[in-house]
């Protein structure tokens, strides 16, 4: 709310000021302060953080999600089994991107130009040994060149990304903002991060990740600080 007031300059020119106005009654500024608050997200947080809710403090254990817990999420089998327990850290669709090696699980999507069983051997030599597949026949060298490499075959690589990320989005109990329609998403996903972030912690897509296999990222990038 705001008025304004006329002031010269040296000039001589009349200038027009705005001039914040403050509320002029007690009841006034209890309903300017609870249309503020009306306007923010619940906060919840997760361990260790917590979320301060009611007065109080609630904690929200996420457990890691393990290469041994795949196969009843995606309806896999197991290929090729680990001798350990192995944390999936990363989601990895895109060989060119590999970060930490260690924990990154790699999905061989397949498109009409790509087929991603074909960059096994580039990422098993750089350090990657958590594998999605779905054709056991077009593994270059079959399970047997990565000896160290857990090997899940499920019916359908995208399909078994999706259910990944959907699993991970369940261990969360958080606010989600969806924004729809023809122009203009992204430019008003950015604005209400934002708007949001000085109150609140955002996971927001990164650019324009809105496909089929953007938001199994985008919702990969949930974690217990949020």
Request: glycine share 8%.
């Amino acid at each position: 709310r705001e008025s304004f007031k006329t002031q010269k300059g040296n000039d001589g020119a009349v200038q027009l000021q705005s001039v914040p106005r403050l509320p002029r009654r007690k009841e006034e500024a209890t309903k300017v302060s609870t249309r503020r608050a009306a306007l923010r997200l619940p906060t919840h947080s997760l361990a260790p953080r917590g979320s301060r809710l009611g007065g109080g403090v609630r904690t929200f254990a996420v457990a890691m999600l393990q290469f041994s817990d795949l196969p009843s999420l995606t309806a896999g089998t197991v290929l090729q089994a680990l001798t350990g327990p192995a944390a999936v850290h990363q989601l990895l669709l895109d060989s060119r991107r590999v970060g930490q090696p260690a924990g990154a699980l790699f999905f061989a999507l397949r498109g009409p130009q790509h087929d991603g069983h074909r960059y096994l051997p580039e990422l098993y030599a750089r350090g990657v040994r958590l594998f999605v597949v779905d054709d056991a026949t077009t593994v270059p060298g079959g399970p047997a060149a990565y000896p160290e490499a857990g090997l899940l075959l499920v019916p359908d690589a995208l399909a078994a990304l999706q259910a990944v990320a959907a699993h991970h989005r369940r261990q969360f109990r958080l606010p989600v903002l969806a924004v729809t329609g023809s122009n203009g998403k992204t430019i008003v996903k950015e604005w209400l991060a934002q708007l949001l972030a000085p109150d609140e912690l955002i996971c927001k897509s990164p650019r324009s990740y809105n496909s089929q296999v953007g938001v199994p990222l985008s919702v990969w990038e949930l974690n217990p600080s949020h």
